[in-house]
């Protein structure tokens, strides 16, 4: 905000918006939750801006993905969220992020589009747009875009200003919510494969079976190990027998429905939970055994057990699971049993 | 803020200190860089403040624990910390925090204040204090105290409505930050033991490598190993497993002293640091063997080392205690061995 633009009226009213956004965004730890807030503070501070999108730079990938989309009228969109953008089809946004510099101006007739890309604007009846990279220590983790639906004149310095400092007192938020997201993945997930951890695994099977219950659905959970992990250990050497851990997670999660979940809850040892399944579980935890060899070569047994009424605890339901696994280790390897 | 005493001038400050309060509580995710801020800023942006003060309410105890403070002169030069206040001396102050809202005024010139109070007022210095509670998501968490070492005046319906302003907004980053620290805690631990685990357990071996060095004392550290685990695992099942070691754990916790720091490294690998250690080390072996035997029914090999004068290196320490494990694994088991 420089001193010539100064009025006191208007400066009046940009620091009640800049101090709702203070109120506002620390109260998620998600940053979905803080971006969301962020996209609609900017829309209703900034005049010209008919819309604001904020999508998340994953260099690696090259391409942004959209967090949080917010239009004037409609509020949040849940449709473009989690939408993809590659930079080869927007350069400009691209140097933008890589130079972190200000600010950048864009209109429908930039040289720089492509054809898809000028169609695609048209449809969206952008007419002119402000992008800022948005900062985090120094470093463009993300775009903003403000998006004028109307008219193509010149952004005022002033608007411009003005969203900077938005977007930069947002910035902690952000931050905040990436360590809080970042550590919550360290402690609920198994480092070496990414299924849930022990701890997760049986919390969440706990609030399945309350969900079961209330639901009055059933759900079943398998319990999977391989039948000479040991061996490949100490033939192969460790990190042969961790590279055939995370390919087996990898058969587990092509495997499971977006509702199911898999965790690894020690050395070899493999859980899945499925909602809704009763004694067809079997039909699963067979497939499983195939698919493993199939995938990764291995020999796997597996036991499941169906949650039966009354049964509370997260422990006894696993217990029984496992039992049968072992009951199943023993009639020989590569197979499957289901509790009683 | 009631609109007859309304400034615009004032108002105008008002909002530039809320604003940066928001700014810097944002800066940190620890509890106490919170707290300390929270008081600095009272004490910038309040004009009566000289010196504020922020402790925590343990209900359960029935106590205030010191957290924070700041006064127009800088840090305080009492010693702070887990200086502890009873609350049977303060039954308003203690009737404030379970009621969640109001404020409290406490005056020198004030004819109807109890001696007691009086006396606090004086020892501090304070001419006039007011307090409020420090609510997150509806509950007292604390107690924030804004003194004024000059007037005993009566504190106005505005200061005092400024000072609950910025002590609400103030709510969400205590809030983020408790949250914080709580997942920390789990991120450190074993999920099935809820020992440290390996990581944590190196950088705490780390610390008392270092704090030793200054204290001219020495560490000792043990590894453990239980005898024949394996089969466990393959005759009982996992979940006969997950409760030794779960019972193993809680051994080493009983047997080791209040100081000692247990973690468990791997599937039936356990360790323990033993701060300022001495001739008792050995019995403190002995004592963990008995106690994993009797109370988890399994044997365990213990090698024990002890960090020489200088030693920074946790892998070095813990690479000479394997070494005596191995050996007492290799003399038969349920003993002990140390390294010279």
Not at chain 2, 55 to 72: G, K, M, Q
Not at chain 2, 149 to 161: K, L
């Amino acid at each position: 905000m420089t001193r010539r633009y100064r009025q006191d009226e208007r400066d009046r009213r940009e620091l009640e918006v800049l101090h709702r956004l203070a109120v506002e965004l620390p109260r998620s730890l998600s940053v979905i939750g803080v971006t969301d807030s962020l996209a609609r503070e900017l829309v209703e501070a900034v005049d010209r801006a008919c819309e604001c999108t904020i999508s998340s730079w994953e260099p690696e990938h090259d391409r942004l993905v959209a967090l949080s989309v917010f239009m004037r009228g409609t509020g949040i969109s849940e449709e473009w969220r989690g939408h993809t953008y590659p930079l080869t089809d927007w350069p400009e946004s691209r140097s933008l992020l890589e130079s972190a510099n200000a600010h950048r101006e864009y209109r429908p007739d930039s040289e720089e589009w492509s054809d898809e890309v000028r169609a695609l604007i048209a449809e969206w009846e952008w007419s002119s747009w402000v992008g800022l990279p948005l900062m985090v220590e120094n470093h463009s983790v993300g775009l903003i875009e403000l998006v004028d639906y109307g008219s193509s004149a010149r952004w005022s310095p002033r608007d411009v200003a003005f969203a900077q400092t938005i977007a930069s007192q947002a910035a902690m938020a952000v931050r905040n919510a990436q360590l809080y997201e970042n550590l919550r993945a360290q402690v609920l997930t198994d480092a070496l494969t990414g299924l849930l951890n022990h701890r997760a695994f049986y919390e969440r099977v706990e609030a399945e079976m309350a969900t079961a219950r209330e639901l009055g659905r059933d759900l079943s959970v398998i319990a999977i190990d391989l039948d000479d992990f040991k061996s490949v250990n100490d033939r192969d050497g460790h990190l042969a027998g961790d590279r055939l851990l995370r390919r087996v997670a990898e058969v587990l999660r092509g495997q499971c429905r977006e509702s199911d979940a898999a965790g690894r809850v020690g050395g070899d040892e493999f859980l899945l939970a499925l909602p809704g399944l009763g004694a067809e579980v079997s039909a699963v935890a067979q497939r499983i055994i195939k698919q493993t060899a199939a995938e990764t070569g291995a020999r796997a047994s597996a036991g499941a057990a169906c949650m039966r009424s009354g049964e509370l605890d997260a422990a006894s339901l696993i217990d029984r699971a496992d039992a049968a696994l072992l009951a199943a280790k023993r009639a020989g390897k590569s197979t499957f049993r289901l509790a009683a | 803020m009631p609109a007859r005493h309304r400034t615009p001038e004032r108002d105008r400050r008002e909002l530039e200190v809320l604003h940066r309060v928001a700014v810097a509580l944002s800066q940190s995710l620890s509890t106490s860089e919170v707290l300390n801020a929270l008081t600095r800023e009272l004490v910038f942006g309040v004009d009566r403040a000289s010196e504020c003060a922020i402790s925590l309410w343990d209900p359960a105890r029935d106590v205030l624990i010191d957290a924070a403070a700041y006064t127009v002169h800088g840090e305080p030069a009492w010693p702070r910390g887990q200086v502890e206040n009873p609350l049977d001396e303060y039954p308003a102050t203690r009737s404030l925090l379970k009621r969640g809202r109001g404020w409290g005024e406490y005056r020198q010139s004030d004819p109807a204040i109890s001696a007691n109070d009086r006396e606090v007022l004086e020892l501090w210095g304070w001419k006039s204090m007011i307090e409020m509670p420090l609510v997150i998501e509806g509950r007292s968490v604390g107690l924030i105290e804004v003194a004024d070492y000059r007037s005993s005046r009566r504190w106005s319906a505005r200061d005092v409505a400024f000072c609950q302003t910025i002590a609400s907004q103030a709510a969400m980053a205590v809030r983020n930050a408790q949250l914080y620290e709580d997942l920390q805690h789990r991120a450190d631990r074993d999920s099935l033991t809820g020992l440290l685990n390996h990581r944590a357990y190196y950088d705490r071996l780390a610390q008392e490598l270092s704090r030793c060095q200054r204290d001219g004392t020495q560490v000792g550290v043990m590894a453990l190993d239980l005898d024949d685990f394996k089969s466990i695992n393959d005759t009982r099942g996992h979940l006969a497993g997950d409760r030794t070691l779960a019972l193993v754990a809680e051994a080493l916790r009983t047997a080791s002293r209040d100081t000692d720091v247990a973690g468990r490294l791997g599937g039936d690998e356990f360790a323990l640091i033993l701060p300022a250690v001495g001739e008792d080390v050995e019995l403190v072996a002995r004592r963990v063997l008995s106690a994993i035997a009797s109370q988890a029914g399994v044997g365990a090999s213990l090698g024990i080392a002890i960090s020489q004068p200088g030693e920074r290196d946790p892998l070095l320490v813990m690479a000479r205690a394997d070494r005596s494990q191995l050996e007492a694994k290799r003399a038969g088991k349920k003993t002990y061995r140390m390294s010279a």
